[in-house]
C-alpha cells in the first residue's frame, strides 16, 4: 500500500486544461406557487419535483429572454391503465404558447420515496421567453386518475468548469497511462483489498474517472461495481459495463489494458469528510481511477 499527499486545502494539484467558453446549463425554479411537494427516487438519489391533478397549474413571474424546459412524469394510481395520455399547457401573459399531448408509460428505474404506485418516464418541453418580465403559467390536463410530477428549469450562461486533479491519501499503486499517440496520464489503482481512500473540505464536487482492468483473455462487455461511502457511511452503489481499449496501455503492467472510461460525480457536504471508493464487484476486480474537484473550491 502506498500513501499519497492527503487533501485538505492546502494541497498541491495538477491543473487540467478545459476551455473558459460559456456553455448552457439549466436552473431549478423553484418559486413557482401551487401544487403539492413530491419526492422521487433512483438509484439511491432523490428528486423533488411539484405533483399537479387534472386542471391544476404552477405559476409565477419569470424574466426573460431565456428558455425554459418543463420536466414531468406521470404518477400512476390505482386503476390506470398501462400508458396514460396527459397534456402539459404553458401561458405567457394570459396567451397560450405551447400545448404538448404526452404519454406516461411505468419506467421502473424511478419510485415514489413515500408511498405506493408507478412512476413513468420523464418527458420534456421548452418554451422561449422574450425580453422582460412575464407571468408564466403551467397546467396539466390529464385523462387517468393519478398526478403528473412537474419540475421548471430556467436556461443560463455559464463558464465551463476548470477541474483540478488530486492525489488520494491511501492507494494501491501508481499506472500510467499510454495511447498511441504518445499522450497519457496518471492515474490511481486500487482492488478490492486496498480502496481509494481521501479527505475533502465541502462543499464541493468529487470526480471519479476509472478504467477496469482487462487481461488478453477478456473480451465483449465486463461489468465492475464500485461502492462510495463518505464518513465511512454508504452515499452510492454505480454498475459499470465497461469494453477493451486496444489502444492504449499502462507502461508499468503492459500485460494489463485498460477499459474505456467511466465516470461518477459525488456531492460532498460542507465540512470536512473522508471520502472511500471500493471495487465489490467482481471479487478480484482491479480499477485504476483519476480524481478531480473544480478549482473554484481549491480558493476557499
Given at each position: 500500500?502506498?500513501?499519497?499527499?492527503?487533501?485538505?486545502?492546502?494541497?498541491?494539484?495538477?491543473?487540467?486544461?478545459?476551455?473558459?467558453?460559456?456553455?448552457?446549463?439549466?436552473?431549478?425554479?423553484?418559486?413557482?406557487?401551487?401544487?403539492?411537494?413530491?419526492?422521487?427516487?433512483?438509484?439511491?438519489?432523490?428528486?423533488?419535483?411539484?405533483?399537479?391533478?387534472?386542471?391544476?397549474?404552477?405559476?409565477?413571474?419569470?424574466?426573460?429572454?431565456?428558455?425554459?424546459?418543463?420536466?414531468?412524469?406521470?404518477?400512476?394510481?390505482?386503476?390506470?391503465?398501462?400508458?396514460?395520455?396527459?397534456?402539459?399547457?404553458?401561458?405567457?401573459?394570459?396567451?397560450?404558447?405551447?400545448?404538448?399531448?404526452?404519454?406516461?408509460?411505468?419506467?421502473?428505474?424511478?419510485?415514489?420515496?413515500?408511498?405506493?404506485?408507478?412512476?413513468?418516464?420523464?418527458?420534456?418541453?421548452?418554451?422561449?421567453?422574450?425580453?422582460?418580465?412575464?407571468?408564466?403559467?403551467?397546467?396539466?390536463?390529464?385523462?387517468?386518475?393519478?398526478?403528473?410530477?412537474?419540475?421548471?428549469?430556467?436556461?443560463?450562461?455559464?463558464?465551463?468548469?476548470?477541474?483540478?486533479?488530486?492525489?488520494?491519501?491511501?492507494?494501491?499503486?501508481?499506472?500510467?497511462?499510454?495511447?498511441?499517440?504518445?499522450?497519457?496520464?496518471?492515474?490511481?489503482?486500487?482492488?478490492?483489498?486496498?480502496?481509494?481512500?481521501?479527505?475533502?473540505?465541502?462543499?464541493?464536487?468529487?470526480?471519479?474517472?476509472?478504467?477496469?482492468?482487462?487481461?488478453?483473455?477478456?473480451?465483449?462487455?465486463?461489468?465492475?461495481?464500485?461502492?462510495?461511502?463518505i464518513d465511512g457511511e454508504p452515499w452510492r452503489t454505480v454498475h459499470h459495463d465497461s469494453v477493451r481499449l486496444n489502444s492504449?496501455?499502462?507502461?508499468?503492467?503492459?500485460?494489463?489494458?485498460?477499459?474505456?472510461?467511466?465516470?461518477?460525480?459525488?456531492?460532498?457536504?460542507?465540512?470536512?469528510?473522508?471520502?472511500?471508493?471500493r471495487c465489490v464487484r467482481p471479487e478480484a476486480c482491479g480499477v485504476a481511477a483519476v480524481l478531480h474537484i473544480p478549482k473554484?473550491?481549491?480558493?476557499?
Open positions: 500500500m502506498r500513501r499519497g499527499i492527503m487533501l485538505v486545502c492546502g494541497l498541491a494539484c495538477l491543473a487540467m486544461a478545459a476551455p473558459a467558453a460559456a456553455k448552457d446549463a439549466w436552473v431549478s425554479l423553484r418559486d413557482l406557487a401551487g401544487g403539492q411537494p413530491v419526492c422521487l427516487q433512483s438509484n439511491g438519489q432523490t428528486f423533488e419535483y411539484t405533483a399537479l391533478g387534472d386542471g391544476q397549474e404552477l405559476h409565477g413571474e419569470i424574466g426573460g429572454p431565456r428558455r425554459l424546459k418543463i420536466t414531468s412524469r406521470y404518477l400512476f394510481a390505482d386503476g390506470d391503465e398501462p400508458s396514460v395520455a396527459y397534456t402539459v399547457t404553458v401561458t405567457v401573459d394570459g396567451q397560450e404558447v405551447l400545448s404538448r399531448r404526452l404519454t406516461g408509460k411505468p419506467y421502473r428505474e424511478y419510485a415514489r420515496c413515500r408511498g405506493e404506485g408507478a412512476v413513468a418516464s420523464l418527458r420534456r418541453a421548452y418554451v422561449t421567453l422574450p425580453e422582460g418580465s412575464h407571468q408564466v403559467t403551467i397546467r396539466v390536463q390529464t385523462a387517468g386518475r393519478g398526478q403528473v410530477a412537474l419540475r421548471a428549469y430556467r436556461q443560463v450562461k455559464r463558464k465551463r468548469e476548470t477541474w483540478m486533479a488530486i492525489a488520494p491519501e491511501v492507494y494501491d499503486g501508481m499506472r500510467h497511462l499510454e495511447f498511441e499517440s504518445g499522450n497519457g496520464s496518471e492515474y490511481y489503482h486500487f482492488d478490492a483489498g486496498t480502496p481509494l481512500l481521501l479527505r475533502l473540505s465541502g462543499p464541493t464536487t468529487l470526480r471519479i474517472r476509472t478504467r477496469l482492468d482487462f487481461d488478453h483473455t477478456m473480451n465483449g462487455s465486463q461489468t465492475y461495481t464500485l461502492e462510495v461511502l492504449a496501455l499502462w507502461l508499468e503492467s503492459p500485460d494489463i489494458l485498460p477499459g474505456d472510461r467511466k465516470e461518477i460525480q459525488v456531492p460532498v457536504p460542507r465540512g470536512a469528510h473522508q471520502v472511500e471508493i473554484r473550491d481549491l480558493a476557499r
